[in-house]
C-alpha cells in the first residue's frame, strides 16, 4: 500500500512536520521488532497526547490505513510489524512518569515510559513495579500492557494484567476512552482485562495507571547446578511439591550455561547439565527460613555447588547471567529463534526431551533458558543466517517444538504474545467457536480491522507465510 | 424466584453440551433465560424484565481435572466452592476465593456475579488466578478463552469479559484456576475499640507492616468496632509480625464464620482506598457495615432509607466509587435501582452485549449492560 499525499500532509499537520517519516530510507528502522517478518510502514508517526493519537487514528480511518501502535520494538511475535503498511505509531515521545503517589501505591505514566525506569523512579518512594521482562531495560509499560508481558518475578507477583489498574486507550472511533480505574469492584464489563493484552489489535494505549508494591525488606538468591534438566525440573516440581512458591526459579541448560559463563562470569558451573536461579523475599527472617528449607530440597534433588549470593552485587551478577543469556548465545551462532510455549510444569523434562530431539534432528544448536517455576519454556534456536536453506529448518523446528507443547497440554504463548509469528497455530489450541468468539469481541471494538490488521487471528491472506524472514541477531540483544 | 417472578420452566441440564443447547433453543425461541448456581447472589440486579426458563448448573459439579503439582485445577460450573476446596485441602492446597453470603456459592455462579472476600488483600480476586472458562452463548455454540496453564497470552483474554457480568453473555459452564500452597504458618490477630479514626489508623499500621495480613477486616456489626486481621507466611515471620502488631491472637474460625455475612439487604461499596473511611462515617448510625481497609470494599446491611441510601451512593460516585445493591427486596430496587450510574463506556459494553447476546435472551433487564 502506498500513502498519498494527502494523508501524509495531514498527519504533519496533526503531529508537526518533524514527527511524521515516510523517506522510503528512513521507514527501514521501523521494518521489524526483535524477532521475524518484517514489513515496511508508509509513515511512521510520532504522536504527543491522546488527542494527537485520536486525530492520527481519525485520519487514518478517513484514508483506511492499518494502525500499528510500537513501544520500544523489543516484541519478539512480531507484534509491532505493519505487515500491512499504513502507519507504524510510534509512542515514543509519551514517555512522562506522570505521578507516583506512595499513599495509594499507584502510579500514572505515558505508554512510552521504560519498564525498569519505572522501578528505579519508584524506589525512591521505596516501591516498585513488579512485571520484569528481561528486555525491561529497554522495553515500554504501553507494550507490556499491550502484550500483557511476564517476567521471571511472575511467578510469585503475577503477570502485567494484574498490575494495571487503569487506561486510556484511544479507540477505532478517535474517541479517548478510560477503562478501569481505582474503583475495585468498578460495575460494568471489564474492557480493560479485554484491552491488556490485545496486542494492539483493539486499541492504541495512551496513559497507564499501574499499582506499585512495597521493596521487600530481604531478597535472597541461591543459585544450583544439576546433572541434568531433568534433576532440575524434579528439583522445582519439589520445591513448589512443599508448598513454597519463590519469588523467580528460572532455570538455563548447558548450552546457555557455557556461553553465558564465558561471557558474563557469574559464576556458574560449566560441568552443570542445568543451572537453577532461585529467589525469595519477603522479612528477613521468612527469606532466610525459606532459603534454608528450599536448599534443603533442592540437594536432595541432587543440587552440586550451591551459591547464595552474598550481596547485591552477587546477586545482580547472578541475574545478569539470565537476563543477558540470550546475547551470550551469540558466541555460539550469530542469530537466534526463540519461542515461549507453556507446558503444565510437571510435563517439562518430557518437552524439554522433545526440544533436544528436534534440534538433534535439524542438526540446530538449542539453548534452553526459562521460566522453570511457571512451566514457560524458551527454547532458543541458534543458527547463521547466512547458511543457505537454514532458515526452513529453522522454521520448522519451531513450530515443532510449539507442537509438543500443545501435545503436552500446554498453550501456544506465556508472555511474548501470538502477533504473526503464531497466528496461524491458534487453530491448535482454539477451535472455530474458540476464535469466532474473539472475533465477535473484535468486531465490535474495531469494526473496520483498522488496529494491527493480521494478527493474533489466522490470516489466510498472508502474502508471506514464511515465520521466519529476519531472525534476532544475538549480538543485538546485549539487553537480554 | 428472582426477585418475586418465577420461571415457567426449570431445566437441569447434565453437561455442557445439554446446557448450550437447551440455551440455543431458548434463544432461538425467544424466552428469556437466568442461570442458576448456588441461587447465592440471584439478589443482585434490577428485578429482570422477563424470566422464562431457569437454567440450573447443579448437575454439572464433576471435578474435570486436578493437577496438585502443577497447581492448577479445572471443574464444571455447578461445582459448589466448598466441595472444590474440600479436595484441594487434601493436597495442601486453596483457591484465594472466599466470599461472603456462603455457604452454597457454585464455582460458575461466583464468577458470575464476581463476588469475593477478605482474601483479595494478598491474593487479588478471581480475576487474578481464573486462567480459563468454557461458556454456552446464546447461539447454542460452546466457547473457551485461556487454557489450563498458569501463564497464557494466547488469544484474547475474554475470562475477564465474562467474569463479573451476571452471566450476560453467556453461561460458565467450566473454569480452570491457578491454585495456591497453603501457608506454611498462619494466624489471626484481633483489636477492638470504640472509634473509626483509631481503628483506621491501627488498620494503616497493619498494612505498612513489612508483611502486611493477607485480609484485615473492620467491622461495625453492633457495638464498637472490630478488627481482624489473618496473618500468613513461614513461622518465624509470622511470630514476628504478632509482635510487632502487637494485637490480641484470634479464633481462627472468625474467618469461616466471617463469610457466612449476608443479608436479605445489603449492598457492596467500592471506592479507591483513600476514600472509604470517610463514606463510612456518612453511613446512618447505628449502622451495620464491615470494611476492608486494604481494598477499599464495604458491605453494608440493613440500610433502609432510600434517600439515604442514594445519598452515600452519590458521594461514592463523586469519588469515582459505585454502590451496587447485593440483595433487597424489589421495590427497594426499582426506587433506587442496583447498579447506580452507568459507567463511561456504556455503549461499548452496550455493543459488546448486543453482539453476544442479540436478542436479550440471558437475564434481561438484571444487569447494567
Given at each position: 500500500m502506498t500513502m498519498n499525499r494527502g494523508a501524509i500532509e495531514q498527519l504533519r499537520k496533526a503531529v508537526g512536520?518533524?514527527?511524521?517519516?515516510?523517506d522510503p530510507h528512513d521507514l527501514v528502522i521501523f521494518e521489524r521488532d526483535a524477532s521475524i517478518t518484517g514489513s515496511l510502514p508508509d509513515a511512521i508517526v510520532f504522536p504527543f497526547g491522546a488527542q494527537e493519537v485520536s486525530t492520527v487514528v481519525k485520519i487514518a480511518r478517513a484514508h483506511g490505513l492499518p494502525v500499528v501502535p510500537r513501544g520500544a520494538g523489543t516484541g519478539l511475535s512480531g507484534g509491532a510489524v505493519t505487515i500491512r503498511g499504513g502507519i507504524a505509531l510510534s509512542l515514543a515521545r509519551m514517555h512522562r512518569i506522570l505521578e507516583i503517589d506512595p499513599v495509594s501505591r499507584t502510579a500514572m505514566v505515558e505508554p512510552g515510559v521504560v519498564n525498569a525506569d519505572l522501578s528505579v523512579e519508584a524506589a525512591r518512594k521505596g516501591l516498585f513495579y513488579a512485571p520484569d521482562p528481561s528486555s525491561q531495560k529497554a522495553c515500554t509499560i504501553g507494550g507490556n500492557a499491550a502484550e500483557n508481558s511476564g517476567g521471571?518475578?511472575?511467578?510469585?507477583?503475577?503477570?502485567t494484567t494484574n498490575h494495571i489498574i487503569g487506561m486510556e486507550a484511544v479507540l477505532a472511533d478517535g474517541s479517548i476512552r478510560w477503562v478501569g480505574g481505582d474503583d475495585p469492584d468498578r460495575p460494568g464489563l471489564d474492557l480493560l482485562g479485554m484491552l491488556v493484552g490485545s496486542e494492539g489489535t483493539m486499541c492504541v494505549i495512551t496513559r497507564i495507571q499501574v499499582r506499585l508494591l512495597p521493596i521487600p525488606e530481604a531478597v535472597r538468591t541461591l543459585m544450583a547446578a544439576f546433572p541434568t534438566i531433568e534433576t532440575a525440573s524434579h528439583a522445582v516440581s519439589s520445591v513448589i511439591g512443599h508448598g513454597i512458591v519463590p519469588a523467580a526459579l528460572e532455570m538455563m541448560d548447558e548450552v546457555t550455561v557455557g556461553a553465558v559463563e564465558a561471557h558474563y562470569h557469574a559464576g556458574y558451573p560449566t560441568d552443570a547439565g542445568a543451572v537453577l536461579l532461585v529467589e525469595v523475599d519477603g522479612l528477613t527472617e521468612s527469606a532466610e527460613e525459606l532459603m534454608v528449607e528450599i536448599r534443603r530440597i533442592l540437594e536432595a534433588n541432587e543440587a552440586f555447588a550451591c551459591k547464595l549470593a552474598a550481596d547485591d552485587a552477587e546477586r545482580q551478577l547472578l541475574w545478569a547471567g539470565r537476563k543477558g543469556a540470550i546475547g551470550a548465545l551469540g558466541r555460539i551462532k550469530p542469530n537466534y529463534y526463540l519461542h515461549d510455549g507453556v507446558v503444565p510444569r510437571t510435563r517439562l523434562p518430557e518437552v524439554l526431551h522433545s526440544v533436544g530431539e528436534i534440534g538433534r534432528h535439524y542438526r540446530l544448536p538449542v539453548a534452553n533458558v526459562f521460566h522453570a517455576g511457571d512451566g514457560n519454556l524458551h527454547p532458543n534456536i541458534l543458527f547463521?543466517?547466512?547458511?543457505?536453506?537454514?532458515m526452513d529448518k529453522v522454521e520448522k523446528a519451531g513450530e515443532e517444538m510449539l507442537r509438543a507443547c500443545i501435545d503436552a497440554?500446554?498453550?501456544?504463548?506465556?508472555?511474548?504474545?501470538?502477533?504473526?509469528?503464531k497466528n496461524a497455530f491458534m487453530p491448535w489450541i482454539f477451535t472455530p467457536d474458540d476464535l469466532q468468539q474473539m472475533h465477535r469481541v473484535k468486531d465490535v471494538v474495531d469494526p473496520k480491522g483498522m488496529f494491527n490488521p493480521g494478527k493474533v487471528f489466522p490470516d489466510?491472506?498472508?502474502?508471506?507465510?514464511?515465520?521466519?524472514?529476519r531472525s534476532g541477531v544475538a549480538a543485538e540483544a546485549n539487553w537480554w | 424466584m428472582v426477585d418475586g417472578l418465577g420461571a415457567a420452566t426449570t431445566s437441569r441440564p447434565a453437561s455442557a453440551e445439554e446446557l448450550a443447547a437447551a440455551l440455543g433453543e431458548a434463544a432461538a425461541a425467544g424466552l428469556a433465560v437466568i442461570p442458576v448456581g448456588g441461587?447465592?447472589?440471584?439478589?443482585?440486579?434490577?428485578?429482570?424484565?422477563?424470566?422464562?426458563l431457569a437454567l440450573e448448573t447443579s448437575g454439572m459439579d464433576r471435578l474435570v481435572d486436578y493437577s496438585p503439582a502443577d497447581l492448577t485445577v479445572t471443574v464444571e460450573a455447578g461445582m459448589p466452592l466448598e466441595a472444590l476446596q474440600a479436595e484441594l485441602a487434601r493436597a495442601g492446597q486453596f483457591l484465594p476465593l472466599d466470599p461472603f453470603g456462603g455457604p452454597g456459592h457454585t464455582v460458575g455462579g461466583l464468577l458470575a456475579s464476581g463476588w469475593s472476600g477478605p482474601l483479595r488483600l494478598r491474593y487479588g480476586t478471581a480475576r487474578d488466578y481464573l486462567v480459563g472458562l468454557r461458556v454456552a452463548l446464546p447461539d447454542g455454540r460452546l466457547a473457551r478463552s485461556g487454557g489450563r496453564v498458569v501463564k497464557n497470552v494466547s488469544g484474547y483474554d475474554l475470562n475477564k469479559l465474562h467474569l463479573g457480568a451476571l452471566g450476560s453473555l453467556g453461561v460458565i459452564v467450566e473454569a480452570s484456576f491457578k491454585v495456591y500452597p497453603k501457608p506454611l504458618s498462619e494466624l489471626s490477630l484481633g483489636w477492638a475499640g470504640p472509634g473509626l479514626e483509631e481503628a483506621w489508623a491501627q488498620a494503616d499500621r497493619a498494612l505498612s507492616l513489612a508483611m502486611p495480613p493477607v485480609a484485615l477486616e473492620l467491622l461495625q456489626l453492633g457495638g464498637g468496632l472490630t478488627l481482624v486481621g489473618r496473618i500468613a507466611g513461614t513461622e518465624e515471620g509470622t511470630r514476628r509480625i504478632r509482635r510487632e502488631l502487637g494485637w490480641q491472637d484470634a479464633d481462627d474460625g472468625f474467618w469461616e464464620e466471617h463469610a457466612r455475612h449476608g443479608a436479605e439487604r445489603w449492598a457492596r461499596l467500592s471506592v479507591r482506598r483513600g476514600a472509604l473511611s470517610g463514606l463510612l462515617r456518612m453511613l446512618p448510625e447505628p449502622a451495620r457495615w464491615m470494611a476492608q481497609p486494604g481494598v477499599g470494599v464495604a458491605h453494608w446491611f440493613d440500610f433502609e432509607d432510600p434517600d439515604r441510601f442514594v445519598a452515600v451512593r452519590q458521594a461514592a460516585e463523586a469519588e469515582g466509587g459505585s454502590l451496587v445493591l447485593l440483595a433487597a427486596p424489589p421495590d427497594f430496587k426499582r426506587q433506587v435501582g442496583a447498579w447506580g450510574r452507568p459507567p463511561a463506556t456504556i455503549d461499548l459494553m452496550r455493543r459488546l452485549r448486543d453482539a453476544f447476546d442479540p436478542r436479550r435472551t440471558l437475564s434481561p433487564g438484571r444487569y447494567l449492560v
Open positions: 512536520a518533524d514527527h511524521v517519516v515516510s521471571p518475578h511472575c511467578l510469585y507477583y503475577g503477570v547463521d543466517l547466512r547458511e543457505p536453506g537454514v497440554g500446554g498453550t501456544l504463548s506465556g508472555e511474548h504474545g501470538i502477533g504473526l509469528e489466510p491472506t498472508r502474502r508471506d507465510a514464511r515465520l521466519v524472514a | 441461587g447465592r447472589a440471584l439478589g443482585m440486579g434490577d428485578p429482570p424484565e422477563r424470566f422464562d
